[in-house]
Every structure is written in C-alpha cells, then in structure tokens.
C-alpha cells in the first residue's frame, strides 16, 4: 500500500484579509503527536523489507529497495530517544539533497492545515524532548502541544556524511 502525497497550499480568508495555510502530517511516534510539512513529504508506504547497514548511527537501521530507488531508513523512535515499541510502524518517505529516506514512525494521525499564525517558533526547544535543531515549531492541536519538526534539517553533518557513506558502501556490495 502507498499514499502518494501532493503538495497542495490553500488560502483561507478571514473578512479582506488573506491568511496563508499550509498542510501539516501528523504521526504518532509512541504517545507524540508530531508534525511535519506535508509538502516535504513525498509519500507514506507500507513496511519493506530491508538490509541492516553496520557502522552508522543508531537510528539508520539499514536500506531498502523501493520501486527500484535505494531508500536509507531511519527509525524516527530512535533519533529522537522515544520508546521503541515492537512493531516495524510505516515509512515516511522524504529527500533531501543527500537522496532519499523513509523515516519509521508509528502510525499516521491526519493530515490538516495550519495558519502560520498558529505556530510558535520562538519556544519550542525548551519543552521538547527532541535536539532544538530539528525542530521547525510548537503548536496547540487538538488540546495537545505538537512539535512540528524540519524534515530537511534532521540529520547533522556528521551524521550525514557516516549516512552517504554507508548508501555507498551497501550499494557495492
């Protein structure tokens, strides 16, 4: 099973004044609620199997083949030091300059919209559980705080570069 995900950015108007929105996925990861851009996401699927990667950061378990594109997979539980829990959950699928990834997060909650106005970007690192960096706002859906995260910034330059290298060295094996 796939969800292809389309980037689609909606206006609402309040009176005469326009307020830009934009669609947010949420997804638990244990007992979270988090948020990513839905445009930063290029589709969810079904667990695949894959092939365990050695000598690389604990939260990239490994690689797998999808529809013919090798995807690194990074267990989201891990990278953020949440719970684990003992199922494989779904793949987030996103890319960034470095190729692609799926991202193993628990289950999806909904996709909906958010005005900027509704985001709070200045203080939302010293409640979260998660590094300050990956971390794009806080908001209040839903009678529960969310963290909104930043796809794009979620690995370190380290992280990236032992990332890249072990995609290479999978690929030539």
Known sequence: MSTEIHDE???????????????YLFFNLGLEIF?????AIREVVEPQPFKTVPNTIPSFVGICNLRGQIIGLLDF???????????????????N?????????DQIVCV???????????????????PPQYIDGV????????????????FSKE???SIAHSK?????V
């Open 35 to 39: 948020g990513v851009k839905l445009a």
């Open 112 to 130: 909906d919209s958010l005005k900027e106005t509704e985001i709070d970007r200045k203080n939302a690192a010293p409640q979260a559980v998660i």
């Open 139 to 154: 908001v209040q859906y839903k009678e529960q705080l969310v963290i909104l995260i930043d796809i794009k910034a979620i």
């Open 77 to 95: 539980r891990i990278h953020f030091g949440i719970k684990n829990p003992n199922h494989l959950g779904i793949y987030m699928i996103f890319e």
């Open 9 to 23: 950015k909606s206006n609402s108007s309040t009176g005469a004044m326009l307020e830009t929105t934009d669609p």
């Open 168 to 172: 290479m060295m999978a690929r030539a």
């Open 97 to 105: 300059e470095h190729g692609a990834f799926g991202a193993i997060i």
């Open 159 to 161: 992280e990236l570069t």
